[in-house]
């Protein structure tokens, strides 16, 4: 079974970091692109970051020098470190897969790029 498990969300002080972990099972992680969104009450979800299999990196303008994605090959889990948090990085994480690509393309950050997702962790920024 093809499986993505998001853990790491929680509350956190402005300012404060958090590490999400995807952790994936049932396909061959190596050979995939693998993405993280997020979602807020109320509004679309939107790409924050995404990894291609040879560790090329992406992100959102809103993260960028703050947000670091990365990948452990060897243990199926993609990691997003996340620095200096805002309020407005509240929402749910989710991680998601393209099934179809091992590159993040040019619309990674569109959520209909992606076909396998996780249920996704709660982050919560306090101000």
């Known amino acids: 079974e093809v499986q993505l498990v998001e853990s790491g969300g929680g509350l956190v002080q402005a300012g404060g970091s958090l590490i999400l972990s995807c952790a994936a099972s049932?396909?061959?992680?190596?050979?995939?692109?693998i993405g993280w969104f997020r979602q807020a009450p109320g509004k679309e979800r939107e790409g924050v970051s995404c990894?291609?299999?040879?560790?090329?990196?992406y992100y959102a303008e809103s993260v960028k020098g703050r947000f670091t994605i990365s990948r452990d090959n060897a243990k199926n889990i993609v990691y997003l470190q996340m620095d200096s948090l805002k309020p407005e990085d509240t929402g749910v994480y989710f991680c998601?897969?393209?099934?179809?690509?091992?590159?993040?393309?040019?619309?990674?950050?569109?959520?209909?790029?992606?076909?396998?997702w996780g249920q996704g962790t709660q982050v919560t920024v306090s101000s």
């Open positions: 998601a897969v393209d099934s179809h690509g091992s590159w993040c393309g040019a619309k990674w950050y569109r959520p209909m790029e992606y076909d396998i």
């Open positions: 049932g396909f061959i992680f190596d050979d995939y692109a």
């Open positions: 990894i291609s299999s040879d560790g090329t990196t």
